[in-house]
């Protein structure tokens, strides 16, 4: 017989973004977890940046620890956007905008301060975070799950969370359970579903003359865009996202040497920056730099009984967006919401393994349509900036100029009707803005673009057409600015 249980256990495998979130999240709920991370660092130096947007400060604000994050940004306020040849395509306050509507600045910084934040933030709970700890293997039973670690330590759960990014090996555990009861059709179908066409080289400079802290910048080519950003002190957090030869499956998407890394790089030493800037100023005085292949899934399974998937082992994007780590501390969010509903529901009776299936299934089928939304605007964006289509061409280099607020408006939808943790009020900056939380509005709702918009982003040819009206009716003339 099922055995009943008062209260649950949830192993978190990962303390990263989407792991220690989840942690914050349950701990303001009571609910009792553990936090499996392999690294023995909890926040490694590996010269990454994060931006967090709306959609994440939000909840990390619920949280209490987003002025933490106020006190190590340098809130953005402007973007400009520059064609190969250096020059503007426009320039805008989008960002400040951004900050106005929803009440948060667009705040970017080192990756390793954002897991240095939350897991200070921790307190004592830090005591349930262990380091060191590489999970290898996970037991399903029908009454509890246990995770091995490969220290040999095992431990005992009611649900373990695999939040372990994109080589999830709690997805690997869940696949072999799934085999081992007759799925493997469903596991067949998942094992295919990761790829890569982009690759990114990302990196982190010293101050470079002429950046001027709290701009961005973006440059469109044919495939290749770029992103730089000047950050609090004026360190550079910058960004070289490039078109390889093919799409490559999961298997063999390939790994970039440092030698690889600096021969690319040479390649794009002249292009803009900005009119004035060269690509090679912010490389050569790079802190650090990573080349990495983007990869690109949204798995349709992210639970089978105890298993259960967040952050990039559920839905993996490409970075252009800045979506992937808010979009894995809205999935933390919304796990966290489900679980507290299972707790508070179960007050008299204990919580069986039916109890869990029917939670962690509520929970995907909630949270997956914003979530594949994101996802898809997301890796959209990379193939817009990268001219990757005549379509994306004409809008990147021609049609942006002249749709400023429907750029502006297509960030407002996916940040407005965001996830939100559900038993701690919203706080004042939430809602001191112009465009609140709603959590029934933004994506996955159809666009609400003007026909034309539409056709352009739809239709090369009307495109082509209308992109021309609007070329000709312009007094500026839009070749003439390009
Ligand atoms: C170049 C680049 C730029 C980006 N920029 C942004 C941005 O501006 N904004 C944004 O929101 N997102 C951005 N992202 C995406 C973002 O970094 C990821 O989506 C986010 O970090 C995912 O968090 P995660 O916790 O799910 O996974 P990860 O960050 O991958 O963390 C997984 C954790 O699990 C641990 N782990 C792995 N295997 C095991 C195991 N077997 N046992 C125990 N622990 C294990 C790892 O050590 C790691 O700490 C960017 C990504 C890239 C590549």
Known sequence: MENKEKKIRVVIVGGSVAGLTLAHCLGKSNIEYVVLESNCDIAPEVGASIGILTNGARILDQLGIFDDILDVIEPLVKATFWAENGKLIMENESPQIIHDRHGYPISFFDRQVLLEILYNRLGENQDRVYTGKRVVKVEHLPNKVLVHCKDQSVIEGDIVVGADGVRS????????????????????????????????????????????????????????????????????????????????????????????????????????????????????????????????????????????????????????????????????????????????????????????????????????????????????????????????????????????????????????????????PLPPRASNCTMPLHTQSGLPEKDKETPWIRAISTTPLIGCAMAAKSFMGSTMGAFGRI
Not at 175 to 183: A, D, F, H, L, T
Not at 395 to 418: E, F, N, Q, W
């Open 169 to 424: 090996t709690v997805r690997q555990e869940m696949w072999r359970y799934m085999e081992s009861i007759g799925m493997e059709k469903e596991v067949k179908e998942e094992k295919g579903i990761l790829s890569s066409e982009y690759s990114c080289v990302f990196g982190i400079s010293a101050a470079t003359l002429g950046l001027v802290p709290g701009y961005c910048h973006r440059t469109y080519e044919k495939d290749y865009s770029s992103l730089t950003i000047a950050g609090k002190d004026s360190r550079v957090f910058w960004f070289l996202f490039t078109k390889m030869d093919r799409v490559y499956a999961g298997s063999e998407i390939p790994r970039f040497s440092d030698e690889d890394m600096e021969k690319h790089l040479a390649q794009y030493s002249e292009k803009p920056i900005t009119d004035t800037i060269p690509f090679s100023a912010i490389y050569q005085s790079a802190v650090s730099k990573t080349f990495l292949a983007l990869e690109e899934g949204f798995h349709k399974k992210w639970c089978m009984d105890r298993f259960v998937c967040i952050g990039d082992s559920a839905h993996k994007m490409t970075p252009n967006m800045g979506q992937g780590g808010n979009s894995a501390i809205e999935s933390a969010a919304s796990l966290a919401n489900h679980l507290t509903q299972l707790v508070r529901n179960s007050s008299n009776g204990g919580i069986t393994l039916e109890d869990v299936k029917n939670c962690l299934n509520k929970f995907q089928t909630a949270r997956q349509p914003r979530a594949e939304g994101i996802y898809t605007k997301a890796n959209a964006l990379t193939r817009l900036e990268a001219c990757a289509t005549l379509k994306n061409r004409l809008m990147a280099l021609h049609a942006l100029p002249y749709l400023k607020s429907y750029h502006i408006d297509r960030m407002t939808k996916t940040l407005v009707g965001a996830e939100r943790l559900e038993y701690i």
